[in-house]
Every structure is written in C-alpha cells, then in structure tokens.
C-alpha cells in the first residue's frame, strides 16, 4: 500500500515533532480556549443577571432567572454550536478548512463582543438580546469543533496525531480556568470599589447599579483571545491532504508542504488523478457505499459523543450540592451580588484546576501509547462505577459528615470523563472518515454530542427535581429525584461502553489507511475498511 501513498502524505506521516506541529496545536487550541471561555463563563453570571433583571423586593431570598429564562440563556449556545457544527463541518469540506477557519473565529469575536453590549429597557428585551447574540456565537464555535479537528489530523503525523489533537481539546481546560480567572478578577475589582451590604441587610442596596457592568465585561473579554488568533489562522496553508485528495492539485499540495517541512516533495498530479478514479475515493455522505464502509463507525461516534455528553454535561446538577456542602458558596441571602460572583467563579475555577485540567493531558500523555478504544472503554467503565457508586447509596452521600466521599466519588467520575471518552469523542471522528467527507462527519458527530449536553444539562435539570415540593428548585414542576437521574446517567455510559465497539482504534495508522482512500480494488471488493479490532 505504501506505493500508492502520495510522497507529500507520506511526508507528513512520517516527519518528526518540529515546530509548525506545535504552532498548528497553538492556533487551533485557541480557538478551543476561545469556545470553553464563552461556553462556561456565562455559568458565572446567570445568578446575577437573576439578581439585577428579576428583583423582587418581597422576597427573602435574591431575585433569579425563571426557569425559561435561565433554560434559553444557557441552552441557546448550545443550540447555536450544534447548527454550527453540522454547517461549516460541511463547508470545510466543500470550501476548504481554511477559507472557514477565519470565519468561524470572526463570528466568535463579534458576537462575544455583542454579547456583553445587549440592551434592552425591560429585563425580556435584554435576556432576548443576549440570547439572540449567544445563539450566532454558539454557531461561530460551533464551526470550530470539526476544522480545528480535521486540520490539526491532517497537519499531524501519524505517530503523535493522537497526542497533537487531544492537545487542540486540552485547551478548554485553560480557557475554563480563565474565565473562572477573569470574574475573579473583575469581581474582586468591584467588590474593593463599590461596597454593599448582604441581601438579608438590605435588599434593593446589595445589588449595586454598578454590578451591570460585571457581566458585560466578562462576557466581551472572550472576544480578546480569538482576535489574537485571527493573524495567524489567516496564514496557515490549507491542509495538504484536503488540497491534494478534495482539490485535486498536488503541485500547490507539494509547495505547501515544501514550505512547512522544509524538505523538497515532488508533485504527482498524475498519482492524484489516478487515486480520484478509485471508487474508495468517490461515494458520497448518502450512498450505500458510505453505509457500507462506514456506516457503522458514524453510528458509533455520533451514539458514544450524544451518551458521553448527556451524562457529561449533567454535572451542574450536583455543582450547587457540593459547594454548600463543603461551605464554597454561603446561602445567597447572606452575600450581596458582587460577593457572589467572586465566590460562584473561585469554587469553578478550583475544581477546573484541579480536576478538569490534568485529566486532559493525561490524555495527552497516554492516548498514542495505550490508544484511543482503550481510553475511551477504560472511561466509560469507571464512569458507569463512580455514578452507581453514587446513586446507589445516595442517602448516604447526603448526611452530614459524608459530603467529602461524595466529592470525591465525584472528582473520579469527571477524571475519566475527560481522561476517557470526553478526549477520545473529539478525536476519533477527525481520523476514520475520507477526507471529502471528513470534516462534515466530524461535524455530524459533534452536533450529536451538543444534543446530548442539552439533554443533560437542561433535560436532567427538570428530571432530577425531587417530588416534595419544599425540596425542589423554585419554578420547577416534580422530577424523578437526583437519585432515579443518577441510575439514567449510569445507564448512558454503560451505553456508551457498548457503542464504542462500533469504533476502530485508528492509533499508529495513517488517515489514508484508517478511511480505505488507498486501497486497491481487489480489497475494496473483498471486505470493508478495517472493521473493529480490539487493541494490543
């Protein structure tokens, strides 16, 4: 097969770790920084946008977002990511992934500062104003997931390809982290500024008119990074495999690569002609032909990254419990609303330094050594055994003196998330598929993941409400109780576990080899691409 291998490929697949893998790494995982700071930082400021736009001054306890409100600010990103997903994964492959790339980054900037800039003069025209910027935001990320995927495959070799995209994904734990930073920051600020009294002080003072300001400028801050970035994506080659086997133009494939590695390849267009003839390198998304190569590798990336997601993004369920367990976060009464930011994003920000963060780059560090189907089996196992572990025993966790074994019985179930299918969800779909159709199924897989974090994140939200009234969250109607959501969310990832045997482990394998682009006719009519082999 190596004979058919076009000498610009082969380069790439064989070159040793230089300097442009690790600017490539640094370019995508920006915007990857970019998406987990807009992502996650809005969490940071819906209990003061309930503060500032839906005061009551009857109330003992300080205003909040409806549960509708607080449901479409959160979930209308979301939304925007999943349809961004599905389109520029499409136009990347029809366009090329860098025409898109500038795109998708400029949306993301202008639509962050847009974010912080709502306005409205009633508390409905500035939450539908917010919402309506968040939705082309969420879409602008949205594009990100399958180009910075696919372009950093393609751009990788294919001894560390694994390490070099997990690294792109890693990125989201420093943009977590500083999000959680800068509303400390901005927090701190306003708080040694301005002082007001706790809300059980007095009720209409602990909300100063000054505190508007604290979500605007968090939320505009996260245009700051993408900006930065915008020169250097703009300059970036197109991606020689999507040049030589999408375009057809190996003379500008060669002089690309010529360029990046710094070594003289030869242009084969007549090679490049001949590959195009092939019938591995012309069925399209919806023939049989894809149903019948890969067909059962979309069913298994889309499945596992919608499970993953559902129980991934599930986790604000239990944020709030173990920040009043453990005394992060007082009772809101007792703080004014600047008081609360500071906390609210201080207790984020600890569990992302110290959870989120260094199981990424565990991933990092073993994902080409013990290889993907291993990580992502090996995390969907243990996450199955610390969610029974906890609801299992549930009353348990719940009574005073046990709250430390909840956490950390919590800490384990998001290390395996991230050092397990959370990396690997994002890393297979850019490795397996053709690469005219790789970057729409990558894609494909992403917007199922996003439809499972809205199941999770807002679904499981009004499911797990308790059916005694006096226990459930202002606004909610009765749910099947944090206990009976547990034993759903094991259940996912017992399922995912399954549907990973779907996938084939693409670890040590050129692109080339894992899509069947190179395979000659007589393989192509004897059996399918590499069906699933466990690992070694």
């Known amino acids: 097969m190596a004979a058919d291998q076009l000498q610009v490929l082969n380069a790439l697949d064989v070159a040793k770790t230089q300097w442009y893998h690790f600017t490539t790494i640094v370019i995508a995982g920006m915007g990857f920084f970019t998406d987990a700071y807009d992502l996650f930082c809005i ?29 479409a600010v959160n979930c209308v990103a979301f939304c925007g990511t999943l349809s961004g997903q599905l389109f520029f994964g499409w136009l990347g492959d029809k366009l090329g992934r860098k025409k898109v790339y500038g795109m998708t980054l400029m949306m993301m900037v202008i639509c962050s500062v847009a974010s912080g800039l709502s306005f409205g003069h009633t508390a409905k025209g500035v939450m539908g104003t917010l919402c309506f910027f968040r939705f082309w935001l969420g879409f602008g990320i949205g594009g990100d997931y399958p180009l910075s995927a696919t372009i950093m495959s393609e751009y990788a070799n294919k001894k560390t390809r694994g390490a070099f995209i997990a690294a792109v994904f890693a990125m989201q734990g420093f943009g977590i982290i500083t999000g959680g930073i800068v509303a400390i920051v901005v927090s701190a600020a306003f708080k040694s500024r301005f002082d007001a009294p706790a809300y059980a002080v007095d ?76 019938e591995a390198n012309s069925f399209g998304l919806f023939s049989r032909e894809f149903a019948r190569r890969h067909g059962l590798h979309l069913l298994g990336t889309t ?15 239990f944020q709030k419990d173990i920040f009043s367990a453990i005394n992060w976060i007082p009772k809101a009464a007792t703080m004014n609303a600047i008081e609360e930011v500071f906390r609210i994003a201080r207790a984020q920000t600890l569990i992302a330094l110290c959870g989120t963060v260094p199981s990424y780059w565990f991933t990092v560090a073993f994902i080409d050594i013990i290889g993907r189907f291993a990580i992502q089996i090996t995390g969907f196992f243990f996450m199955t055994v610390f ?3 906890l609801a299992i025993p549930y009353h348990h966790w719940t009574i005073k003196g046990n709250h430390i074994g909840f956490v950390v019985m919590y800490a384990f179930t998001f290390f395996f998330a991230n050092f397990g299918p959370n990396s690997t969800t994002f890393i297979v779909p850019a490795e397996i598929f053709p690469a005219r159709l790789r970057s729409t199924c990558h894609g494909i897989s992403a917007a199922a993941g996003k439809a499972g974090a809205i199941v999770g994140a807002f679904g499981f939200l009004y499911a797990a409400q308790s059916r005694d009234p006096a226990k459930r969250d202002k606004g909610y109607p009765a749910g099947i109780g944090v206990r009976n959501a ?16 779907l996938v084939p482990d693409s670890k ?29």
């Open 203 to 278: 009720r209409a003072g602990s909300t100063l008119p000054e505190a508007d300001y604290i979500w605007r400028v968090i939320l505009m801050l996260g245009a700051l990074p993408a900006a930065l970035t915008y020169y250097w994506r703009m300059k970036m080659h197109e991606t020689a495999r999507y040049t030589a086997l999408v375009a057809k133009n190996a003379k500008q494939a060669a002089a690309d690569m010529s360029k990046v590695l710094q070594v003289e390849i030869v242009e084969e267009q007549d090679k490049v002609e001949q590959l195009a003839t092939k």
């Open 303 to 317: 499945t596992t990254w919608f499970l993953l997601d559902i129980a991934f993004y599930s986790q604000n369920l």
């Open 387 to 389: 969610m029974l572990g």
């Open 508 to 536: 040590g394998k050129s692109l080339e080899e894992m899509s069947g682009e190179k395979e000659d006719e007589a393989q192509t009519d004897s059996v399918a691409p590499h069906s699933r082999t466990p690992p070694v």
């Open 43 to 71: 969490s940071l400021v819906t209990k003061l946008l309930g503060r500032i736009y839906y005061f009551d001054p009857s109330s003992a306890s300080p205003g909040t977002l409806p549960p509708n409100v607080s449901a």
């Open 486 to 501: 547990l034993f759903v969310l094991a259940a996912c990832n017992f399922l995912g576990l399954v549907f990973t045997f």
